[in-house]
């Protein structure tokens, strides 16, 4: 946790968009995205306000867990380079600031997601904050090198969410669904400490690079990538998707395999010698890799009004 040290800001009165920035705008865009796919491919229907009101407090939920996370990780995020211009290490808001927004935005979040939608929805919501705030930030981060595995929960719920929105239950598809970045993360994860690994190393975190070496990382990545394409393709073949998910899917997993193989194979000598290109890539590429798979499952409802259904 933060110290005394970062308590005060020292470039004057926080500004909103230093605000904005504790809730880590860019992961909270994914999180409305796959939320929002959720939704829209969940069977049912849903009056238009109600579901963006339900999407709009997702994300502000999201945006709660970023807040509670950077209060949380100040100490560490002053070390890492990738993170130092967050708003607290750069001295632009105090820990204490970044906690009641954090906290005030959770219990915003998760009453008026119950109140516009339904418990179940909200229940996850909730769920998923916890889960990020405490579970993976405050314990798993900083004590086990499986820490991004089983953390990867909490990203992993936002279409499960968007589901339960419309539906009010959960179903075989949005657990694939959820099952898909829960799966995904890992390998997404490890391609960027392969090339990071001095940060995580500088600030103490277990990250696998650190605790057990880049080789070791590199079998995991590849084990990771291999057992998220079978999830990934069948998805396919459920009631959501479609032949045009199911081809895109099967494009898709065997690109991120090939470029899980390729890490897989090199050795260290190689990838300091280029700089780690074949890493980064792969970590730009999975990027793609999340937005194309749920991007494909819309497809279906968008060719629906056309009599197109079946695609």
Known sequence: MSDTS???????????????ALL???VMSLVIF????GLLVAPGSIHPFIAFC????????????????????????????RTQKRPIPAGKVTPNDALAVGLALSGFSVVLLWLATNALAA???????????????????????QNIVIGGAAGAFPPMIGWAIVTGDVSLESVLMFAIIFMWTPPHFWALA?????????????????????RTTRNHL????????????????????????LTIAIALN?????????????DEAQAEADHYKTEKAFFKFSLLYLFLHFGALLVKPALAPFGMGGW
Do not use: C
């Not at 970062?6 to 904005?20: V, W």
């Not at 190393?201 to 057990?212: E, F, I, K, N």
């Open 194 to 214: 392969l090339f990071m690994k001095s940060d995580y190393d500088d600030a103490g975190v277990p990250m696998l690079t650190v605790t057990h070496g880049r």
């Open 34 to 37: 796959t939320a929002l796919v």
């Open 6 to 20: 970062i308590n005060k800001p020292e470039t004057g009165e926080a500004q909103f968009s230093d605000f904005f």
């Open 254 to 266: 065997a690109w991120f395999i090939k470029g899980a193989f390729e890490i897989w194979r090199r």
């Open 222 to 245: 590849l084990v990771y990538t291999l057992l998220l394409a079978p999830v990934a393709v069948g998805l396919g073949f459920t009631a959501i998707a479609g032949p045009i998910y």
């Open 123 to 145: 229940g996850l919501l909730a769920f998923t904050i916890f889960f990020y705030a405490v579970v993976y930030s405050m314990w798993l981060k900083r004590s086990t090198p």
């Open 24 to 26: 880590k705008p860019r």
């Open 54 to 81: 339900g999407i709009l407090f997702v994300a502000i939920g999201a945006g709660a867990s970023g807040a509670l996370n950077m209060w949380w990780d100040a100490d560490i995020d002053r070390i890492m380079r």
